[in-house]
Protein backbone atom coordinates (compact mmCIF):
# COMPACT_ATOMS: atom_id res chain seq x y z
CA UNK A 1 0.00 0.00 0.00
CA UNK A 2 1.36 3.39 -1.06
CA UNK A 3 1.70 5.84 1.77
CA UNK A 4 3.03 9.52 1.64
CA UNK A 5 4.70 10.94 4.27
CA UNK A 6 5.84 14.71 4.33
CA UNK A 7 8.08 16.38 5.93
CA UNK A 8 9.90 19.93 6.26
CA UNK A 9 7.08 21.81 7.65
CA UNK A 10 7.97 24.88 10.44
CA UNK A 11 7.69 28.74 11.56
CA UNK A 12 9.32 30.95 8.86
CA UNK A 13 9.32 34.92 9.59
CA UNK A 14 7.85 37.13 6.52
CA UNK A 15 9.95 36.87 3.50
CA UNK A 16 12.17 33.46 4.69
CA UNK A 17 12.10 29.96 3.40
CA UNK A 18 11.17 26.51 3.80
CA UNK A 19 11.59 23.08 1.32
CA UNK A 20 8.57 20.60 2.10
CA UNK A 21 9.40 16.85 1.46
CA UNK A 22 6.99 14.35 0.80
CA UNK A 23 8.50 10.23 0.17
CA UNK A 24 6.08 7.36 -1.11
CA UNK A 25 6.66 3.97 0.25
CA UNK A 26 5.46 1.03 -0.58
CA UNK A 27 5.21 1.15 -4.60
CA UNK A 28 5.79 -1.41 -6.78
CA UNK A 29 6.41 -2.42 -10.74
CA UNK A 30 2.48 -2.05 -10.96
CA UNK A 31 1.66 1.16 -9.75
CA UNK A 32 2.31 4.36 -11.40
CA UNK A 33 2.69 7.63 -9.30
CA UNK A 34 2.01 9.77 -12.94
CA UNK A 35 1.37 12.90 -10.76
CA UNK A 36 2.37 14.02 -7.72
CA UNK A 37 0.80 17.35 -6.27
CA UNK A 38 1.37 19.96 -3.25
CA UNK A 39 -1.78 21.19 -1.77
CA UNK A 40 -2.95 23.65 1.30
CA UNK A 41 -5.36 24.33 3.95
CA UNK A 42 -6.34 26.67 6.14
CA UNK A 43 -8.58 26.00 8.90
CA UNK A 44 -12.73 26.31 7.67
CA UNK A 45 -11.33 26.66 4.26
CA UNK A 46 -11.09 24.67 1.09
CA UNK A 47 -8.18 22.39 0.21
CA UNK A 48 -6.69 24.45 -2.76
CA UNK A 49 -3.63 23.17 -5.09
CA UNK A 50 -0.52 24.62 -5.17
CA UNK A 51 1.47 23.29 -7.29
CA UNK A 52 1.74 19.68 -9.29
CA UNK A 53 4.21 17.70 -11.18
CA UNK A 54 4.19 14.73 -13.77
CA UNK A 55 6.72 11.66 -13.22
CA UNK A 56 10.17 13.23 -13.04
CA UNK A 57 9.06 16.38 -13.19
CA UNK A 58 8.53 17.30 -16.87
CA UNK A 59 5.91 18.85 -16.49
CA UNK A 60 5.09 21.66 -13.70
CA UNK A 61 2.16 23.75 -12.85
CA UNK A 62 1.18 26.64 -10.52
CA UNK A 63 -1.14 28.24 -8.94
CA UNK A 64 -0.88 32.10 -9.99
CA UNK A 65 -0.51 33.12 -6.07
CA UNK A 66 2.96 31.02 -6.13
CA UNK A 67 3.62 31.44 -9.48
CA UNK A 68 8.03 33.11 -8.98
CA UNK A 69 8.26 32.21 -5.82
CA UNK A 70 7.73 28.67 -5.01
CA UNK A 71 9.57 25.70 -7.34
CA UNK A 72 8.16 21.87 -7.37
CA UNK A 73 10.48 19.71 -8.59
CA UNK A 74 10.55 15.53 -8.52
CA UNK A 75 13.09 12.62 -8.28
CA UNK A 76 11.56 8.96 -8.24
CA UNK A 77 9.32 8.80 -5.78
CA UNK A 78 10.01 11.66 -3.90
CA UNK A 79 8.37 15.23 -4.46
CA UNK A 80 9.76 18.76 -3.02
CA UNK A 81 8.34 22.31 -2.57
CA UNK A 82 10.79 24.81 -2.32
CA UNK A 83 9.24 27.93 -0.67
CA UNK A 84 10.79 30.90 -1.24
CA UNK A 85 9.93 35.53 -0.15
CA UNK A 86 7.12 33.47 2.03
CA UNK A 87 4.07 35.69 3.48
CA UNK A 88 1.63 35.43 6.17
CA UNK A 89 -1.02 34.44 3.99
CA UNK A 90 0.99 31.34 2.87
CA UNK A 91 0.49 30.10 6.70
CA UNK A 92 -1.30 26.78 5.97
CA UNK A 93 -0.92 22.89 6.03
CA UNK A 94 0.27 21.61 3.28
CA UNK A 95 -0.60 18.16 1.98
CA UNK A 96 1.47 16.14 -0.81
CA UNK A 97 -1.33 14.09 -3.33
CA UNK A 98 -0.34 11.30 -5.65
CA UNK A 99 -2.15 10.19 -8.37
CA UNK A 100 -1.51 6.55 -9.50
CA UNK A 101 -2.60 3.44 -11.39
CA UNK A 102 -2.79 0.24 -9.80
CA UNK A 103 -2.05 -2.62 -13.10
CA UNK A 104 -4.12 -5.84 -12.19
CA UNK A 105 -4.20 -8.90 -13.52
CA UNK A 106 -7.70 -8.24 -15.10
CA UNK A 107 -7.32 -4.60 -15.42
CA UNK A 108 -6.31 -1.35 -13.45
CA UNK A 109 -7.18 1.12 -10.98
CA UNK A 110 -6.94 4.89 -10.63
CA UNK A 111 -6.08 5.88 -7.27
CA UNK A 112 -5.73 9.13 -5.23
CA UNK A 113 -2.87 8.99 -2.02
CA UNK A 114 -3.31 12.09 0.03
CA UNK A 115 -0.12 12.71 3.46
CA UNK A 116 -0.71 13.07 6.72
CA UNK A 117 0.22 16.93 6.09
CA UNK A 118 2.87 19.43 7.42
CA UNK A 119 1.74 22.70 9.28
CA UNK A 120 3.79 26.09 7.76
CA UNK A 121 2.91 28.67 9.55
CA UNK A 122 4.80 32.26 8.59
CA UNK A 123 4.75 35.30 11.15
CA UNK A 124 6.98 37.77 12.84
Known amino acids: QVQLVESGGGLVQPGGALRLSCEASGTSPSITLYEMSWYRQVSGMERELVASAHHRGGFTKYADFVRGRFTISRNLNTVYLQMNSLKPEDTALYYC?????????????????WGQGTQVTVSS
Open 97 to 113: KANGYIDYDVGYQQTEY
